[in-house]
């Protein structure tokens, strides 16, 4: 198996099998946002792409696995939340051994399970779980310093544009301004 590294945080893994852990709870919610007709149901298969994805091994970068929220949560320990279509969200929580799916559902459930939920440590060992080993080519990611959007191999364009601008030329450019 070739070395996997990656950095969670504070934690580094290196040569460990990871998993996508799914709370019971999680696949009844999917469920119902699958009978719940148009608004929910593109939700409910958005959240299960997301996590098919890093079951499959194609998440090589969290920044790839679907829009993060700006933040995650700082009520809940390595939060991550997935903007979801139409306004709903995706919790998830990463763990040592991988990751653990928690929550789905609209903007306003998410912050409500959040507030009832704060510091929860996740149970890995429900009976009603379903874990699934992610395949080797997987593995995750921080967000580099530039935001969840900002590409680490990219050349920084605004600085190549203004590196040779001086005061003068923006003096003329925003003549209206300085007036």
């Known amino acids: ?6 950095r969670t945080g504070e934690v580094v893994f290196m040569n460990q099998k990871l ?3 799914q709370d019971a709870n999680l696949n009844k919610q999917i469920k119902a946002l699958l009978k719940g007709g148009a608004n929910s149901a593109p939700a409910a298969r ?3 792409s997301i996590i098919e994805q890093f079951i499959n091994g194609g ?10 929220t700006r933040h995650g949560d700082a009520r809940i320990k390595n939060c991550l939340k997935f903007d979801l279509v139409r306004s709903y969200r995706l919790i998830a929580v990463l763990v ?3 990751i653990v799916f928690l ?8 912050d409500h399970w959040i507030k009832h939920n704060a510091l929860i440590e996740p149970n890995l060992d429900k009976k009603r779980n379903t874990i699934t080993q992610i395949r080797e080519t997987a593995c995750i990611t921080d967000t580099p310093i530039g935001g969840p959007d900002a590409d680490p191999f990219e050349p920084d364009y605004d600085a190549l544009l203004f590196q040779d601008l001086t005061e003068q030329d923006l003096r003329q450019i925003f003549s209206g301004l300085c007036r």
């Open 103 to 110: 929550y789905v559902g609209s903007h306003a459930e998410c």
């Open 1 to 6: 198996m070739p070395q996997q590294r990656f």
């Open 46 to 48: 958005h959240a299960q």
């Open 59 to 68: 998440i090589l970068d969290l920044r790839n696995s679907g829009r993060l």
């Open 96 to 98: 040592e051994s991988g």
């Open 19 to 21: 998993y996508v852990y």
